[in-house]
């Protein structure tokens, strides 16, 4: 089973508009990352954030992580048509060493 | 500095044949990854290798196989293709690994697109 899961599985917003999404993930972590993805295309990393970490900031993302429920959420503010992709959180479980990808939430900005 | 490089990008092969895909990562990357992206599974851990040697592997049958080569380019190799092993298979670099939590953000190549008929 995935580690990590997103919510929604798709968003539909304008332009203008915030995009928020949510992954939750099951076990003790170091960190959590964000990555894009361009339909078909390799995965972009986005941001990753530290366990000790409850909120970190890059241009319009904003990414926040609550360890006690096991959750974390990923804002992008000012949404643009090039913002149309799909979003995955991915978490290494334990001391697996694998980098687990959740099943991605598929936002679509509408001009 | 060139990104992560993936031939072939499209592939199309009949079942019971067999395929090779590789990989050329971000030059001074030790850590090769491989995932396999399908709709109905998402993306799936395969293995990674790091510095020759299979480090992390994931839940797939035997005819999946991987190596990585001295200078960290790597190979998958799938035989014995099935219908169901159409898909993404994606790879990724990163310096030191996905098991190290301080240097393990992966850079991903554009994928090679199989389709098994």
């Known amino acids: 089973s995935q580690q990590g899961e997103e919510d929604p599985q798709a968003l539909s917003i304008q332009e203008g508009e915030n995009a928020t999404m949510n992954c939750s993930y099951k076990t003790s972590i170091n960190n959590l990352q964000w990555y894009r993805q361009n339909s078909g295309r390799g995965l972009v990393h986005l941001i990753l954030?530290?366990?000790?970490?409850r909120e970190k900031h890059s241009g319009r993302l904003r990414v926040t992580l609550d360890t006690s429920k096991k959750s974390s959420s990923l804002l992008i503010t000012a949404s643009r048509a090039a913002d149309t992709a799909s979003y995955f959180c991915a978490t290494v479980p334990g001391n697996t060493g694998k980098l687990i990808f959740g099943q991605g939430t598929t936002l679509q900005v509408k001009p | 500095k060139a990104g992560v490089t993936q031939t072939p990008r499209y592939l199309i092969k009949t079942r019971g044949q067999q395929v090779t895909l590789s990989c050329s990562p971000i030059s001074g990357h030790r850590s090769v990854s491989w995932y396999q992206q399908t709709p109905g599974q998402g993306l799936q851990f395969l293995f990674e290798y790091f510095s020759e040697t299979q480090r992390n592997k994931g839940n797939f049958p035997g005819r999946f196989s991987g190596r990585q080569f001295s200078n960290s380019r790597s190979e998958m190799n799938v035989s014995t293709l099935e219908l169901g092993d159409s898909a993404l298979y994606l790879c990724a670099s990163s310096l030191s690994g996905t098991g190290n939590p301080g240097a393990n953000v992966l850079t991903f190549g554009a994928g090679s697109r199989l389709t098994v008929l």
């Open positions: 954030i530290r366990s000790n970490e």
